[in-house]
């Protein structure tokens, strides 16, 4: 963790799997970090304690390639190696949906719209699936035009564009208004 003032670091959180991690996201209020681990599991830390408050083991124990709190920080989405997405009760510590990208090569990214009902998943296969989470049912799949693997999904603020960043050095803007309820 860095004081992005001072440019130090303030505290060093070590990877308990020592597979290295992936990815980090801040839950809403910045108390809580989520490291996901090449070993297939996702850390919660306290940011004020740095201690885990919660490990969440992949149940495929595949490497978790990415992780987003959505909105509210009830829900975690975890993506992983085999193309799967999980999404997390945060206080129950309990799956509550696996979206399951077809024909995956794995997941590289995942990100939540900004009001939460969209979930997109940016997979190494070349397409970015778009899921409705209250029916946890695929509303689109949008096919990357240039290259074989999308790593990077990002939501405009007003979530109707959806940029999608490739293995070749591209990155598209995507109209989604049509493709989500």
């Known amino acids: 963790m860095w004081d992005v003032a001072t440019e130090k670091i303030t ?16 839950g809403p209020g910045g108390t809580t970090l989520a490291a996901a681990d090449g070993n297939g599991s996702t ?8 201690t885990i408050t919660a490990t969440l083991t992949d149940p495929r124990s595949e490497g978790v390639d990415s992780v987003a709190y959505g909105p509210g920080g009830t829900t975690l989405a975890a993506a992983d190696y085999n193309g799967s997405t999980y999404l997390w009760d945060v206080a129950t510590r309990k799956v509550t949906a696996t979206l399951m990208d077809p024909g995956s090569k794995g997941v590289d990214y995942v990100a939540y719209a900004p009001d939460g009902t969209t979930l997109a998943a940016a997979d190494t296969n070349g397409s970015t699936y778009l899921w409705d989470i209250a029916t946890k049912t695929m509303t689109a799949t949008l096919t990357d ?16 564009t959806l940029a999608a960043a490739d ?3 591209s990155a598209y803007l995507w109209k989604i208004a049509s493709h989500t309820s």
């Open 11 to 26: 505290a060093t959180l070590t990877d308990p799997g020592r597979e290295g991690v992936d990815y980090v996201a801040y």
């Open 145 to 160: 035009p240039g290259s074989d693997g999308v790593y990077y999904v990002a939501f405009a603020p007003g979530g109707r």
């Open 167 to 169: 293995s070749n050095g």
């Open 43 to 50: 850390y919660l830390w306290d940011v004020a304690t740095k």
